[in-house]
């Protein structure tokens, strides 16, 4: 009897030794998007499915589901906008996972292009998941931002693009061109204007509207799509175009994104951090708790694709050894990234590489079904909160000047420059007002005298038919300024 008790004792704990992931507590939890058929899947850092059920479609047997989804950062709600192909009609819709039903549906009035088919993320949520920010194009021309209430299912704030404050600032408006928002706080919509139907550009205007206030002004922290965002310290990292620093852009057939900028929120001024004249980079993400910089690059023949893992002073740490990665994600010991299906029939693999082990292919957690092919749509992980002791970005010098229009390659070198110095230069003792935003309908901040030397931040920008630089001089000040008034070159290149 004893025997055989023992017996069992050691195949059990033999069992239990042999699956030890179903027996250890979720470290992240990731929900999974299947764009083709519609299906939400919740995954477990286990390889456990937790959730998986396929999202409505109330508004026609015609209906396509989009490429986007938004999961609220709670991940009980998911927003997606339905288009129906037959009338070409589009429909917002807002699934509760917790009640199992639909909480909102809004129809956007004529609209021909909406901001979710660029992007969709968690941040274009408030904190509590209740409200919801898009933006969309119509089909008459013009566009329109919303910010929806997801308890009342109505709208709670509209900007349209005859507003004041939007002709103030020259905003775009055109055929389809999109406001595509990027983040929202609960008061603050920050949105890029975006050309629907094109192959991209190295960097799009721009702007925050304050909801309460109705005040729009220019944003530095997302010129461009191609970002990732790390909520705890409010930084967001980009790949652009820098021609500042080394490029091969006119290899390339479209353009280079050959740098790395980071947005730091607590100064509100964004810098490059890392230079690549070799590839076009794109899709960097801040991994293992933001301490590191997941990025992929493209060669220039468009036959190379390298993913690079970088630490914060911008040194290669080391390269991933896989070809295409469709998705990735951070969590707080490294990333998730998705494998597509290499061939017919094969599956989307869910793999998990903890970089502080080292840079290496990862480990499998899920599998999909074959022939399906997946997104990241949210990610949660309680270690992926910061509170690591980052060091400083570095911040690269510029080598060359930014080309200018009709420049053959170098640029002028007394060309005022982002990131480059400034001198403010008046007459008469006067001093130059600095504004809260680029043209003579903002307030005025500040005042900067004769010959103070300034930091370039941002610009150029048009408004109220003057140019004006976004700078930063002594004692904080820091706001718009004009080029030039009255025949005075106001802003000297320093």
């Known amino acids: 009897m004893l ?13 239990l030794t ?35 059920f396929r999202l409505p479609t109330p508004i026609s047997r015609d209906a396509r589901y989009p490429f986007h989804v938004a999961v609220s950062p709670g991940g009980t709600r998911i927003a997606y906008i339905m288009v129906n192909t037959a009338t070409f009609t589009q429909e917002l819709l807002v699934w509760d996972t917790v009640l199992e039903r639909l909480v909102a549906q809004f129809t956007p009035p004529q609209a021909l292009s909406n901001s979710l088919m660029f992007t969709a993320t968690p941040r274009i949520y408030n904190d509590a998941g209740t409200e919801i920010a898009f933006g969309f194009s119509r089909v008459e021309g013009g566009w329109q931002l919303v910010v929806f209430n997801l308890i009342s299912a109505t709208p709670a704030f ?45 960097a799009y205007p721009s702007y925050r509207w304050n909801v309460h206030t109705g005040a729009v002004s220019p944003d530095v922290a997302y010129p461009t799509l191609n970002n990732d965002a790390f909520p705890p310290t409010g930084e967001v990292i980009m790949a652009m175009q820098d021609l500042r620093l080394p490029n091969r852009n006119s290899e390339f057939i479209f353009f ?36 590191r910089i997941l990025v992929s690059g493209r060669g220039v023949r468009n036959d190379t694709i390298q993913h690079f893992v970088l630490d914060r002073a911008g040194n290669l740490v080391g390269f991933l050894p896989l070809g295409d990665i469709s998705a990735a994600a951070g969590v707080g010991d490294g ?33 999909s079904e074959p022939d399906v092919l997946l997104q990241i ?69 500040g005042q900067l005298a004769d010959n103070t030397r300034v930091i370039v931040l941002e610009g150029p920008q048009e408004g109220a038919g003057f140019t004006w630089w976004r700078v930063s001089g002594p004692d904080g000040i820091t706001g718009w300024v004009v080029a030039s008034a009255d025949g005075v070159q106001t802003l000297l290149p320093g």
Do not use: K
């Not at 939890?29 to 899947?41: A, K």
């Not at 017919?344 to 970089?355: P, R």
């Not at 060309?415 to 007002?433: E, R, S």
């Open 158 to 202: 509209i900007l349209q693009d005859n507003a004041p404050q939007v002709r103030a600032l020259g905003i775009e408006v055109g055929f389809d061109i999109v406001p595509v928002v990027q983040a929202y706080d609960g008061t603050t919509v920050i949105f890029t204007m975006v050309q629907g139907g094109t192959e991209g550009s190295p």
């Open 18 to 52: 042999a699956l030890p992931a179903y027996g250890q507590q979720a470290r992240w939890l990731v929900w999974l998007y299947d764009p083709d058929g519609g299906r939400m899947t919740q995954v477990d850092s286990n390889g456990m499915v937790l959730q998986q």
């Open 256 to 291: 280079q994104t050959n740098a790395l900028h980071v947005y730091d929120s607590g100064s509100d001024v964004r810098f490059p951090v890392y230079n690549n004249p070799d590839f076009a980079l794109f899709f960097p993400h801040f991994i293992q708790n933001g301490e």
């Open 377 to 445: 749509a949210w990610v949660n992980d309680p270690a992926n909160i910061g509170g690591a002791a980052y060091p400083a970005w570095p911040v690269l010098e510029a080598e060359t000047s930014p080309l200018l229009p009709g420049d053959s390659g170098g640029g002028d070198p007394l060309a005022i420059v982002v990131g480059g110095q400034a001198i403010i230069n008046t007459t008469g003792g006067d001093a130059l007002n600095v504004r809260s935003g680029p043209s003579t309908v903002f307030q005025v901040v």
């Open 3 to 15: 025997r055989r008790l023992f017996i069992l004792t050691v195949c059990l704990i033999m069992m």
């Open 335 to 367: 990333f998730i990234y998705l494998q597509d299906p290499p061939t017919l029939g094969s599956v989307s693999t869910l793999m998990h590489v903890n970089t502080r082990d080292g840079i290496d292919a990862g480990d499998v957690v899920w599998t």
